[in-house]
Each structure stands twice: as structure tokens, then as C-alpha cells.
């Protein structure tokens, strides 16, 4: 794994602009994405880019069960305000919280993902290791799936919602499967919050107990982190 240490969430974020405005230069055209706080400096630096995205596709990584992409907690919702609004893709897919039949919408989902191969995967990382929401314990061959919630997952994603017991306790996520079969990886991780996963997940051994251990398997991964999140190294 290719290490980048960075100041912060800004020196993060830029860097991992380059490194999407390269693979572009080189023809990458699809892109994986993630929500959270931790890509939100990347996409303000794609936004005030004068790049055009309207040839490219995006493949979101997860969404809330129960959310739909007009409720502002909602992860369409966030790509949306984040990125979308601004600057257009020619398509952009995220799972449907909505969706009725939720295991046909799994099964949808893998289409879409194997329609579309990842050339370029954006992730963050939970306090917990986790990528997507794929928490600890899912299996390494897991495709899109219908995940339960842990509760250090629920409490840390509070901050967005009134009150904790509006958070949704389900969501749809790709599986570590299709996030594995992406060309190329970039990891971003800010904050004394993600250290102890930034530990495991770099020095400590491939376990399904922390999902983002398993992109030591990876041939092209680059981890971003800040000062704080390197704190344990
Ligand atoms: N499903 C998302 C993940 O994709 C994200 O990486 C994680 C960390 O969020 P944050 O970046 O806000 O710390 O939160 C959620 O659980």
C-alpha cells in the first residue's frame, strides 16, 4: 500500500484530487464514491476544478435503508449537494434505500457494478474498520448486501440526524468483493477518531474482524491519512 501522509483533511482531500485527475488523464471513467466527512474536501477541490465530469460514471458505495434521495440524510442526497449538483456525470448510480424488494435491489446492484468496473474506489473508513458498511464479521466474498448496523457505526453517524433514534438502524452496501475488484483504491482517513483502524488496518493481520484490513490483499491501494489518524503508527 502506498502511504500518504498529509497535514490534514485538506492537504488530504487535494491529494486525492490529483490522484483522481491523473487516472483520468489516463482514462479512468468510472469511479466508485463515498460519503461521510472524510471525501468531502475532495469533492469541494472536483468542484472548483474546471474538470468536466459529463463523460463519467459514478457507482455510489452505500445507502441508508428507509432514506429517500430527497431526504437530506439520505446518501443520494449528500452526492447530490456534494458533488452532482455541481458538477454533472453522465451517470450516477446509488443503491435505493427505497426499494420495495430489497434483495432484488442487491441483486440490481451487482449489475450495476459489474456493468460498470470500478476503475477508481473512494473510501473512508469507520472507527470500527469498516468500509462501506460493511462491518466486522461480513464475509471477504460478500457482494451488495442488506447490513444491520452496529451501534458504534449508528452512534458515530448521529451528528448528521436530530436525534439517535432517527438514524436508520439498516442500509444497502456494496460487498468487500466488489469493493476488492476495483483497478485502483484511494483511502482516505482524518482525525485521532480513525487511528486505531488506521493501526489495524495497516500493521495488523487480514480479518474479516476489521474490513479495511483486507485491502492489504490489494495491489494498488493509496491510504491517505493525516497526522492524527498516523497517531498509532
Ligand atoms: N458508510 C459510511 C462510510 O462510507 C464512511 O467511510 C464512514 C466514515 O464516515 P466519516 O467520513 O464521516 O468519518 O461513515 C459511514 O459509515
Given at each position: 500500500m502506498d502511504i500518504i501522509r498529509v497535514k490534514n483533511a485538506d492537504e488530504g482531500g487535494q491529494k486525492a484530487f490529483e490522484i483522481i485527475k491523473n487516472g483520468i488523464a489516463n482514462g479512468a471513467d468510472t469511479f466508485g464514491l463515498a460519503t461521510g466527512s472524510t471525501p468531502e474536501t475532495m469533492y469541494s477541490y472536483m468542484v472548483s476544478s474546471d474538470m468536466d465530469f459529463s463523460d463519467k460514471v459514478s457507482v455510489n458505495l452505500d445507502e441508508y435503508v428507509g432514506l429517500d434521495g430527497n431526504d437530506e440524510q439520505s446518501y443520494r442526497y449528500f452526492m447530490n449537494q456534494h458533488l452532482f449538483n455541481h458538477k454533472p456525470f453522465k451517470k450516477t448510480y446509488v443503491p435505493d434505500g427505497k426499494a420495495e424488494d430489497l434483495d432484488a435491489e442487491c441483486k440490481r446492484y451487482d449489475d450495476v457494478i459489474a456493468d460498470n468496473p470500478i476503475d477508481i474506489q473512494v473510501l473512508g473508513i469507520g472507527q470500527n474498520g469498516h468500509i462501506g458498511f460493511n462491518e466486522p464479521g461480513t464475509s471477504f466474498d460478500a457482494t451488495t448486501h442488506v447490513v444491520e448496523l452496529t451501534e458504534s457505526t449508528v452512534n458515530a453517524n448521529k451528528r448528521y440526524f436530530d436525534k439517535v433514534e432517527d438514524v436508520p438502524t439498516r442500509a444497502l452496501t456494496m460487498g468487500i468483493r466488489s469493493i476488492m475488484q476495483s483497478k485502483k483504491i484511494i483511502l482516505m482517513a482524518f482525525g485521532k477518531a480513525k487511528a486505531d483502524a488506521v493501526k489495524g488496518m495497516l500493521e495488523g493481520e487480514v480479518t474479516e474482524d476489521l474490513?479495511?484490513?483486507?485491502?492489504?490483499?490489494?495491489n494498488d491501494v493509496a491510504v491517505i491519512i493525516d497526522e492524527e489518524a498516523a497517531s498509532q503508527l
Open positions: 474490513p479495511a484490513s483486507v485491502l492489504q490483499n490489494h
